[in-house]
């Protein structure tokens, strides 16, 4: 089984002390550039192609939220690169602002637990710089790894996978939006209420209400199930990045290597031709009916007056990889957790929330209910949803059930500040993350790509190969010219 390279780009709701919405991007630019850590600043932009379609076309333009669009007329920011505010990390990871978020996008990863730490380091990185912003401003800053502001907002948290370009769109889309639909069941971060015309009381998944299409390049907007942006992060003529929007962000590190390891069995099982199909009545419904269904049935119409459930999709999926892949120890450990937890979500509840969050967090709030004699309605409830993501351990109620054995610890602080340190994979993040500790001042681009150097007085640049392995003697290079002839001959 290929070893597939994957990223988190996770962004960050901001709450700061007095101030509205229409101060959002300033306040969100202002954090990302008091990150306090060693940094390169700025960004590549050349090879980023947000309007391109997987289906072979290119968008005149994407579409931007009405309400959001309220708060920015009449404004100027200035320059694109000044408004994203880029840190490069020397993890090989990129902090900057995304539309009044703070955002953290993870160095590439081909393992899903060293994915996992890494997505878990980036809240240490926001921690750091909030520090510095709140200090600075004296004014209290809160950030949270969510992705709603309950008032109609979503920001995401996305994937990333690098796919060959030979899968194709059909192929690639018919194999893995299943998953995309079904996954929330194991994997969704949980949500008190609707923003929709649709009630719940609570919801499996916090992007299901924000769901409005089932395929299409925007992201802002008219969000759909499969994002189908051509934007590989590498040579487009040999590689797809599969761009994953409609996932929750996850504060069990376990349930996001799950959440990983899903898509990757989905893509496996497509690159061999053996991924099983389904034909869904109505995709948007279906991931919307999943997360608001307190049954746990989890039933899924399909076309032709027919229906099945959303644990016997996982479980076609998870048959399929152990008839057709060579499974590591990693998608082993997919297949088997993934059962376990169908099995205990209505056998052993108490073990389920252990590793779910939608599940932790729900137990929590019935257990509020049910102590202090309120419903459904109370809007504490909200609140207490929203803390459940605060990043700051002393305040997160995340970390609270974790101190109590509630929930499944992730890694200590100290692996956590090893992570913003390097990679342990020899990935191309391992590359770029070595020149920016060693070669900073030798470099004049930096993209998920390609790095870019001065030599002579003269840009030079060199392609990360995404499926190459870097080896640790690239850190023996005493000068940038070594440095680069050892990146070329990369296999």
Same mark, same amino acid.
């Given at each position: 089984?290929?070893?597939?390279?994957?990223?988190?780009?996770?962004?960050?709701?901001?709450?700061?002390?007095?101030?509205?919405?229409?101060?959002?991007?300033?306040?969100?630019?202002?954090?990302?550039?008091?990150?306090?850590?060693?940094?390169?600043?700025?960004?590549?932009?050349?090879?980023?192609?947000?309007?391109?379609?997987?289906?072979?076309?290119?968008?005149?333009?994407?579409?931007?939220?009405?309400?959001?669009?309220?708060?920015?007329?009449?404004?100027?920011?200035?320059?694109?690169?000044?408004?994203?505010?880029?840190?490069?990390?020397?993890?090989?990871?990129?902090?900057?602002?995304?539309?009044?978020?703070?955002?953290?996008?993870?160095?590439?990863?081909?393992?899903?637990?060293?994915?996992?730490?890494?997505?878990?380091?980036?809240?240490?990185?926001?921690?750091?710089?909030?520090?510095?912003?709140?200090?600075?401003?004296?004014?209290?800053?809160?950030?949270?790894?969510?992705?709603?502001?309950?008032?109609?907002?979503?920001?995401?948290?996305?994937?990333?996978?690098?796919?060959?370009?030979?899968?194709?769109?059909?192929?690639?889309?018919?194999?893995?939006?299943?998953?995309?639909?079904?996954?929330? %069941?194991?994997?969704?971060?949980?949500?008190?209420?609707? *923003?929709?015309?649709?009630?719940?009381?609570?919801?499996?998944?916090?992007?299901?209400?924000?769901?409005?299409?089932?395929?299409?390049?925007?992201?802002?907007?008219?969000?759909?199930?499969?994002?189908?942006?051509?934007?590989?992060?590498?040579?487009?003529?040999?590689?797809?990045?599969?761009?994953?929007?409609?996932?929750?962000?996850?504060?069990?590190?376990?349930?996001?290597?799950?959440?990983?390891?899903?898509?990757?069995?989905?893509?496996?099982?497509?690159?061999?031709?053996?991924?099983?199909?389904?034909?869904?009545?109505?995709?948007?419904?279906?991931?919307?009916?999943?997360?608001?269904?307190?049954?746990?049935?989890?039933?899924?119409?399909?076309?032709?007056?027919?229906?099945?459930?959303?644990?016997?999709?996982?479980?076609?999926?998870?048959?399929?990889?152990?008839?057709?892949?060579?499974?590591?120890?990693?998608?082993?450990?997919?297949?088997?957790?993934?059962?376990?937890?169908?099995?205990?979500?209505?056998?052993?509840?108490?073990?389920?929330?252990?590793?779910?969050?939608?599940?932790?967090?729900?137990?929590?709030?019935?257990?509020?209910?049910?102590?202090?004699?309120?419903?459904?309605?109370?809007?504490?409830?909200?609140?207490?949803?929203?803390?459940?993501?605060?990043?700051?351990?002393?305040?997160?109620?995340?970390?609270?059930?974790?101190?109590?054995?509630?929930? *499944?610890?992730?890694?200590?602080?100290?692996?956590?500040?090893?992570?913003?340190?390097? %990679?342990?994979?020899?990935?191309?993040?391992?590359?770029?993350?070595?020149?920016?500790?060693?070669?900073?001042?030798?470099?004049?681009? %930096?993209?998920?790509?390609?790095?870019?150097?001065?030599?002579?007085?003269?840009?030079?640049?060199?392609?990360?190969?995404?499926?190459?392995?870097?080896?640790?003697?690239?850190?023996?290079?005493?000068?940038?010219?070594?440095?680069?002839?050892?990146?070329?001959? %990369?296999?």
């Amino acid at each position: 089984m290929r070893k597939i390279l994957a990223g988190i780009e996770t962004e960050y709701g901001l709450l700061v002390e007095g101030r509205g919405a229409e101060e959002q991007v300033d306040d969100a630019m202002a954090l990302v550039r008091d990150y306090p850590g060693e940094c390169l600043v700025g960004w590549d932009y050349r090879y980023e192609s947000p309007r391109a379609d997987l289906r072979g076309f290119r968008l005149a333009s994407l579409a931007f939220d009405p309400e959001d669009a309220k708060f920015d007329a009449g404004r100027s920011y200035g320059k694109a690169e000044d408004i994203r505010s880029d840190r490069v990390l020397p993890n090989g990871a990129r902090f900057y602002n995304d539309h009044g978020h703070p955002e953290y996008a993870t160095p590439e990863c081909r393992s899903i637990f060293e994915l996992a730490n890494h997505d878990c380091a980036g809240q240490i990185a926001i921690q750091r710089a909030l520090k510095v912003f709140s200090e600075r401003e004296g004014i209290e800053v809160r950030a949270y790894k969510n992705n709603t502001d309950f008032h109609g907002a979503s920001y995401g948290t996305h994937e990333g996978y690098l796919v060959p370009r030979s899968v194709g769109f059909d192929r690639l889309y018919n194999s893995v939006m299943p998953m995309m639909v079904v996954r929330q %069941v194991l994997v969704g971060a949980g949500k008190v209420g609707s *923003e929709t015309s649709r009630s719940a009381d609570f919801q499996l998944s916090q992007r299901a209400d924000h769901i409005s299409e089932k395929a299409n390049a925007e992201t802002l907007y008219r969000r759909p199930i499969f994002n189908t942006r051509d934007e590989p992060h590498s040579d487009g003529q040999d590689w797809i990045r599969l761009h994953v929007i409609c996932g929750d962000a996850n504060m069990i590190p376990a349930a996001t290597a799950r959440k990983v390891g899903l898509i990757k069995l989905a893509l496996a099982l497509c690159e061999m031709g053996q991924a099983p199909i389904w034909q869904f009545q109505d995709p948007v419904r279906a991931f919307q009916d999943i997360s608001r269904d307190q049954s746990y049935q989890f039933r899924v119409e399909l076309e032709r007056s027919s229906w099945t459930t959303a644990p016997e999709i996982l479980e076609s999926y998870f048959s399929a990889g152990e008839r057709f892949l060579e499974l590591d120890e990693e998608m082993k450990w997919v297949i088997s957790s993934s059962r376990e937890l169908l099995e205990d979500l209505h056998g052993n509840f108490a073990r389920f929330k252990r590793q779910v969050d939608w599940a932790a967090k729900r137990a929590m709030l019935a257990d509020f209910i049910e102590s202090e004699g309120t419903s459904w309605a109370d809007p504490q409830l909200k609140s207490f949803d929203l803390e459940y993501h605060n990043v700051d351990p002393d305040e997160s109620l995340h970390a609270a059930l974790v101190q109590m054995g509630e929930v *499944e610890a992730g890694p200590n602080s100290t692996e956590l500040l090893a992570c913003l340190e390097g %990679v342990n994979e020899p990935t191309r993040a391992y590359a770029r993350g070595l020149a920016i500790r060693k070669f900073r001042k030798d470099l004049i681009g %930096v993209c998920w790509r390609t790095l870019t150097f001065r030599v002579d007085g003269a840009p030079v640049e060199v392609d990360l190969k995404p499926n190459g392995e870097y080896p640790p003697q690239l850190s023996q290079a005493n000068d940038v010219g070594t440095f680069i002839s050892m990146l070329r001959g %990369v296999q």
